[in-house]
């Protein structure tokens, strides 16, 4: 946003402690506290002055305000402070420089002198502990009700403090609030932040005594959601009884917006209660297995203007799946911005020697817009250059090969002029890791079949974290570590064969990884990821994709043609056929090669002190109904992996292939997706800053 000029601020929590550190001890990860911020953080500006009140638990109690209504007031809360620290954030090449604005925590009485004068000391800084605990750690284990507790008041903590301020800003110049939705976007990103839209509703009603009927004209022209995930857990529900504990005038507001909606539901469709039912802001319980919730992706949508999908794929799952009703209600409502990264940071930073090579061929241009990189097509027919591309490559690689001796003991000797096949991102059994493990123990089976195999060698990376709380995510990384002791200590892979599992995945550790890596894995099962912006920062670097036609996968296809990218496995629309009658034991029973793999893992082949360690994922495979199709796409994945490995040989071609990929990813510049955004969302227009006019 900066460096497009456009006028804007970012808003989260300061949390004191990161998403984890991820150890790996006996192969299985340990998550440890990722202090971030123990040495001070040289770039933000701490802000004292700028503190504003949370609330949190009480009651509502009713008035009449003297013109014939009845107000509410939210009294005998809770309080907590919110302090801002704030971030610039400076554009490339330009004098426009935004604001990162993160909220922390801060007890309304840091200490309470009475208890420490009877000598209860614990009591005297408990209320200090307490309230500072909202901004302690990012993503809190919420299995407990405890740890759902404490995100929904995260949730709303950062979301009141940042209302608050947006409204103090808009104040400054405006009397009345007709211009707010001119002058004020609000993009929420996913459902985390929906309880904005009920905020914004209590501050317009409440507070600044606006009428219901136009404070929700404004909240809806001002609020923008942007969904981020197909997957129904991730969609958002809070119970009736936990909202209500903690933010019960924002139940009563959210009742009373889902009343006017279905009310006008009612007028349109007439005696359809299953559709009322479907599209209520409020799921009803159903005894023993839910309780009565407030769906947030509902209220999202019904509070926005704009609901958008972050990939073509993804936006129609959207529109003719997970909310179809609402865009048959909404259909102008519903549009799609596919995600996009940053060639500055994910090239021009992380990969120096190819950034400049390509600005020697091309030019600079393609900093700030991306595809001045098709200039490089004709590159690609170039000896001289990919010879210099395939230079600057292996460089990376051998970075890669530092990476591992230094995080590893135990070095382990891989071949430099192997396949780098790399799989980084979160664990999630969507995203099947376990997939692509099972590929490389085929591998491995048919290496000890047949010594003398001629193969191309391969080294398999990993990375990425799971939950704490993902019990199977964390048993697949114990699996994939177990493979690797296997694999890599057997003589007879002969350096052919390599499993590599690197921990604790970051920013920082995603820089070494893209430049180095020459097949990206993006297998998800089709219609699962949303997105994915992975893909994009492989590709950007010259990595060749295997994939599925899932999320972004299918417009990076269009862009660099099917010659240049490895698609395999089931489509969406051949899942949703299969799904009724699918039976992953045929699959197991009719392939001989995975029939064996299975049974290895199961058989206690990877765990000989404890041959059942890994049965929870044959479960999942056999008896669990195979949920992500796991091994529907096996045989697929495994041929496609065959054609990799062909295409590998010769490397002429294969560069060839590497410098196209990288020539069509202008498309999936976060530049294209901005400016998307500013002009059919916020309706925003760039707003050049030149320092030598500007008054100091």
Not at 336 to 355: D, E, S, V
Not at 629 to 648: G, S
């Amino acid at each position: 946003m900066a460096t497009l000029a456009i006028p804007g601020y970012g808003y989260g929590i300061r949390y004191e402690y990161g998403i984890f550190n991820q150890g790996i001890k006996d192969g299985e990860q340990v998550e440890q506290p990722d202090n971030w911020l123990r040495y001070g953080n040289p770039w933000e500006i701490a802000r004292p002055e700028v503190l504003y009140p949370v609330h949190y638990y009480g009651e509502v109690v009713q008035f009449p305000n003297g013109n014939g209504k009845i107000a509410h007031k939210w009294i005998k809360t809770e309080t907590v402070l919110a302090m801002a620290y704030d971030t610039p954030i400076p554009g490339y090449g330009v004098q426009n420089v935004n604001t990162l604005r993160l909220w922390s925590s801060k007890a309304s009485r840091e200490f309470d002198f009475h208890h420490f004068n009877e000598g209860d000391y614990i009591s005297a800084v408990r209320s200090k502990t307490e309230s500072e605990t909202i901004s302690k750690v990012l993503y809190p284990n919420d299995n407990r009700h405890s740890g759902k507790e404490l995100r929904l008041k995260q949730e709303y903590f950062f979301v009141a403090a940042t209302l608050q301020d947006i409204i103090r800003r808009y104040k400054k110049t405006r009397k009345t609030f007709d211009e707010f939705p001119d002058k004020v976007a609000i993009q929420l990103n996913d459902t985390h932040p929906a309880i904005a839209i009920a905020e914004l509703m209590r501050i317009f009603v409440d507070v600044e005594d606006i009428p219901w009927e136009k404070a929700w004209e404004l909240t809806r022209a001002t609020v923008a959601y942007t969904n981020h995930t197909v997957l129904p857990e991730a969609l958002e529900k809070w119970t009736v009884e936990l909202l209500g504990k903690v933010l019960p005038r924002h139940l009563e507001i959210i009742y009373d917006i889902n009343y006017h909606f279905l009310r006008d539901v009612r007028v349109r469709y007439p005696n359809n209660e299953e559709l009322v039912q479907r599209v209520s802001l409020v799921e009803e319980p159903v005894l023993g297995i839910r309780p009565k919730s407030i769906r947030m992706a509902n209220l999202a949508i019904v509070g926005s203007h704009r609901v958008n999908g972050v990939a073509a794929l993804h936006t129609e799952i959207i529109k003719r799946e997970l909310f179809r009703d609402f865009a048959l209600m909404f259909p102008d409502k519903f549009e799609n911005k596919t995600n996009g990264i940053t060639q500055r940071r994910w090239l021009a930073c992380c990969n120096p020697q190819l950034a400049s090579l390509i600005t020697e061929a091309i030019g600079d241009k393609w900093m700030t817009d991306l595809y001045e990189m098709e200039k490089l097509i004709p590159f690609a027919d170039d000896p001289g250059f990919r010879q210099a591309w395939q230079k600057v490559k292996q460089d990376g690689k051998d970075i890669l090969i530092e990476v591992v001796n230094q995080t590893w003991k135990q070095k382990l000797h891989i071949d430099k002029h192997s396949i780098f096949d790399c799989q980084v991102k979160r664990i999630h059994e969507y995203k099947r890791q376990l997939l692509n493990l099972l590929h490389a123990i085929t591998l491995y089976n048919r290496l000890r079949h047949n010594p003398n195999l001629e193969m191309v060698p391969r080294t398999i990376f990993f990375s990425g974290k799971a939950a704490p709380g993902y019990r199977q995510a964390k048993l697949i990384i114990r699996l994939i570590n177990a493979v690797a002791d296997v694999i890599n200590n057997d003589v007879i892979t002969k350096d052919r064969l390599r499993v590599v599992f690197l921990p604790n995945y970051r920013v920082s550790l995603a820089e070494k990884i893209m430049p180095g890596a020459e097949l990206s894995e993006q297998i998800s099962t089709a219609g699962m990821e949303a997105s994915g912006t992975g893909n994009m920062k492989f590709a950007l670097n010259g990595a060749l994709t295997i994939g599925t036609l899932d999320g972004a996968n299918i417009e990076i296809a269009e862009e660099v043609g099917s010659d240049n990218i490895f698609i395999f496995g089931l489509t969406v629309e051949e899942i949703a056929k299969l799904k009724p009658h699918y039976s992953s034991w045929d699959y197991f029973h009719s392939d001989p090669e995975l029939n064996e793999v299975l049974n290895m893992i199961g058989g206690g082949y990877f765990s000989p002190l404890d041959k059942e360690l890994f049965h929870p994922i044959l479960f999942s495979l056999l008896e669990g109904g195979d949920q992500y199709f796991v091994l529907a796409d096996y045989h697929a994945y495994v041929e496609c992996q065959e054609r990799v490995a062909q295409a590998y040989l010769n490397q002429d071609q294969w560069t060839r292939k590497s410098i196209l990929n990288a020539a069509k990813m202008g498309k999936f510049s976060s530049d294209r997706t901005i400016q998307e955004y500013a002009q059919s969302i916020w309706r925003v227009s760039p707003v050049a800053v030149n320092m030598a006019t500007c008054d100091v």
